[in-house]
């Protein structure tokens, strides 16, 4: 999966584990992003797909460096492939959740809400979303798009939980305000 050699792997390693070193973690973001990617098209036959599995991998892995959780650094491939397949199993098991429970509640529960809940603006929230400050924003998606609890947004943006839920409280305030709704 590599080019590069095993020795410069733990050097990196050890300079991204460091949490300083930006252009380590540049550096292998534009070392593995490419692999991610190819390794996405494979296993999932979609290039949206592949490039959030590029994202979410990357994420992940940079975590994960930077906290010193990789014990055998020399191992840096092996360890990005083995979180390219953790990553795509965690989404087809969610796709087949989600299918499962629409297929058993999806029913019930969307003839009475599709007759009394008015029609969603797609383009209209999608606007209001990219309204929003970049912090916001992320909570936002992370919360909601990529479903992550409040600790996982909380370590992803350094912040506290208490933080995050006040940031996701104002800019769902914000979005309401943006998209008219009333509550």
Known sequence: MLVVMNGS??????????????????????????????????????S??????????????????????????????????????????????????????????????????AAAAPRLDHEKLANCVQGLKERERAVIVMSFYHEETAADVARFLAVSEANVRVIRHRAIHGLRGCMGVTA
């Open 48 to 113: 949206h797909g592949a490039d959030d599995l590029v994202q979410q991998v990357l994420l992940t892995a940079l975590q994960t460096l930077r906290s010193g959780g990789l014990r055998e650094p020399e191992k840096l491939a092996s360890f990005v492939l083995g979180t390219c397949r953790m990553t795509v199993m965690d989404q087809r098991r969610g796709v087949r959740r989600r299918q499962q429970l629409l297929d058993q509640f999806g029913a019930e529960m969307l003839a009475p809400a």
């Open 9 to 46: 792997n733990a050097e990196l390693v050890r300079r991204i584990a460091g949490g300083s070193d930006r252009e380590a973690e540049a550096e292998f973001c534009r070392m593995m992003g490419p692999r991610i990617r190819l390794y996405g098209l494979r296993h999932l036959r979609d």
